[in-house]
């Protein structure tokens, strides 16, 4: 006659089994785009810290963004890099945390955007094996996609199709710009802009336009409104 696992057993078989899933954590300056061909949902009001990995060989798409102190005025401007890839072979059920290689303080943020360095460490000292790769692509800025009439470059979908099981980590050529681009980019943000074309604008970078041109007493107004609606 074949016995049978109580149920209480059998609850803590499944337990077991699911507590086998490890976490990769990332600071505050960084964001998840996508991992393994599916885009990672977050915001700017809701940071997602730390993704759940099964064993296994991972893609995971980060890009590095801060907010830096303007070289010519008192206001402050929103630094990103291109997103980089990291595969990561994920062997147990351990706590990995990425950092910028220099250190938890990125002394030159808009440097360090141009070619993010980034380290991988576990909770409990061992190897990890990881593999990180830069890409170039790169979003079209909100106002200059205005003046050319191009669509928005998705990231975030570009990076789920690059970290996708078919994909590989190559590195992405972005277009080159255009002669109309590179004339917006040699003129004031605060130049007119016509809200009608935006249309299809991707929200994130229209938020992050029009606070860039908000004075200080907007944007507190701003984040009051914000943070009652999360």
């Not at 057993?9 to 507590?19: D, E, I, K, V």
């Not at 440097?111 to 692509?137: E, M």
């Amino acid at each position: 006659m074949k016995s049978l696992l109580p149920i209480s057993s059998l609850l803590m078989l499944l337990g077991s089994a699911s507590a086998f899933a490890a976490d990769l954590n990332i600071p505050m300056s960084f964001e998840y785009l996508a991992l393994d061909g599916k885009k990672v949902e977050s915001s700017v009001f809701n940071h997602k810290s730390s993704l759940e990995l099964a064993p296994g060989t991972h893609k995971i798409a980060i890009r590095y963004h801060e907010m830096v102190e303007d070289d010519f005025s008192d206001s402050q401007t929103f630094v990103k890099s291109s997103p980089f890839i990291v595969t990561l072979e994920v062997d147990g059920d351990h706590q990995y945390y990425l950092q910028a290689a220099e250190g938890k303080v990125v002394k030159k943020p808009k440097v360090f955007a141009q070619n993010p360095q980034v380290v991988l460490t576990r909770s409990d000292k061992g190897q990890v094996n990881y593999q990180v790769t830069n890409t170039d692509i790169e979003e079209e800025g909100f106002v200059s996609r205005l003046f050319s009439g191009n669509q928005a470059v998705d990231v975030s979908g570009t990076a789920a199709a690059v970290t996708g099981a078919a994909g590989t980590a190559a590195v992405v050529a972005a277009p080159a710009p255009t002669s109309a681009q590179a004339a917006v980019k040699a003129t004031s943000l605060t130049a007119p802009v016509d809200t009608s074309k935006a249309a299809g604008a991707n929200p994130q970078q229209m938020l992050q336009y029009w606070w860039l041109q908000a004075d200080e007493k907007t944007r507190k107004e701003f984040m009051s409104w914000a943070i009652s609606q999360l």
